[in-house]
């Protein structure tokens, strides 16, 4: 399995611009979460997926945020217009539902936004 | 404030030195997860706890999870410099609740 990918890798944009990260899953995994990390906030829970519906967005910052799963292998985040305090690294995780309720989070290697 | 508190924030030790990191919270949670992230890359599983007092180890790491499962901590005996990293603990708050809370990390270099 490729694990979870992540695309870009690296985005350099100026304020103002529009920014969509792309996240592929890995398949089977009923599970999506997007997180963001920055070294003042650590790794904070955005918006997480199951069976490609948002289940909780209360981590999202505000409406310039959005997120979407059209389908079982592919997720969006949209950053519109993007500002220099959304410059983070934006990591895409996934997991398969856990028998036990401990679930086994996936990483991709993450998005790193820079917002001129 | 962080749902999870991590310490040290950062320690810095030369190899084959033993060293202890702390998670601590005043929440109780189902299970507690320990995480090492190098630089360019996503976060790793190391190991999950579950029950209250629980030990695992993995090689030269130990993990444990307070009896309270309120709390855990990592063990390193004899660090190397591939053990560099940032370690991070995670928590479920109720079992079968997809959503994990990340604390803010402890930054790990081991010296050769």
């Known amino acids: 399995d490729a694990g979870v990918i992540q695309s870009p890798r690296h985005e350099v944009t100026e304020m103002g611009q529009e920014v969509t990260l792309r996240c592929k899953p890995i398949?089977?995994?009923?599970?999506l979460f997007w997180y963001r990390q920055t070294m003042m906030r650590g790794l904070e829970l955005l918006i997480y997926?199951?069976?490609?519906?948002?289940?909780?967005d209360s981590g999202m910052p505000e409406d310039r945020f959005s997120a979407k799963m059209p389908n079982a292998s592919f997720s969006t985040l949209k950053i519109q217009p993007s500002e220099p305090r959304d410059s983070a690294v934006y990591f895409c995780?996934?997991?398969?539902?856990?028998?036990?309720?401990?679930?086994?989070?996936?990483f991709g290697a993450g998005s790193r936004l820079t917002v001129l | 404030t962080q749902l999870l508190e991590q310490s040290p924030q950062f320690l810095s030790i030369q190899e084959g030195e033993n060293l202890t990191v702390y998670c601590n919270s005043s929440?109780?949670?189902?299970?507690l997860q320990w995480y090492r992230q190098e630089p360019g890359e996503g976060p790793v599983l190391l190991v999950t706890?579950?029950?209250?007092?629980e030990v695992k180890k993995l090689k030269r790491l130990t993990f444990q999870f307070g009896d309270a499962r309120k709390d855990s901590s990592l063990h390193i005996t004899a660090a190397q410099p591939g053990d560099t990293g940032l370690y991070l603990c995670?928590?479920?708050?109720?079992?079968?609740?997809?959503?994990?809370?990340f604390g803010a990390g402890t930054r790990l270099a081991v010296h050769p």
């Open positions: 997926f199951n069976n490609n519906v948002p289940i909780d």
């Open positions: 929440s109780v949670f189902s299970s």
């Open positions: 706890v579950v029950t209250g007092g």
């Open positions: 995780a996934s997991t398969p539902t856990g028998s036990s309720g401990a679930n086994v989070l996936t």
């Open positions: 398949s089977g995994h009923d599970y």
């Open positions: 995670a928590g479920s708050l109720s079992g079968g609740y997809n959503k994990l809370i």
